[in-house]
């Protein structure tokens, strides 16, 4: 399964639709229209195309969505992308508030 944005600009969509030219194996594509290389939605982007493919192509077949789990690490934020958002954040001297209070 491919999930590429059709907004990606550091790598067009358009390679995801090259791979599928010379693949020799089942296959499916996803190209969520405002999702680029780095801005998406988890759920919708993501999470959900991916129950939706493993629905319908593994021993999941049949069985409600809803009972495929997602691991809750992959929901949080990599601490590299939380230290970078927070130093441009800073950078453009803006306040950041956490569990600790402003800072």
């Given at each position: 399964?491919?999930?590429?944005g059709q907004e990606d600009t550091l790598i067009p969509?358009?390679?995801s639709l090259q791979l599928k030219e010379?693949?020799?194996c089942p296959f499916e594509i996803f190209l969520?229209?405002?999702?680029?290389h780095n801005k998406f939605d988890y759920e919708l982007d993501l999470v959900l195309p991916l129950k939706d493919f493993l629905k319908r192509n593994t021993q999941?077949?049949?069985i409600e969505t809803?009972?495929?789990?997602?691991p809750k690490f992959l929901y949080e934020i990599p601490s590299i992308i939380k230290e970078q958002l927070y130093k441009e954040k800073k950078e453009k001297n803006q306040s950041i508030i956490s569990c600790f209070g402003e800072q």
């Open positions: 399964m491919f999930i590429h969509f358009t390679h010379v693949l020799e969520p229209e405002e999702m680029n999941y077949r049949g809803s009972l495929i789990t997602i």
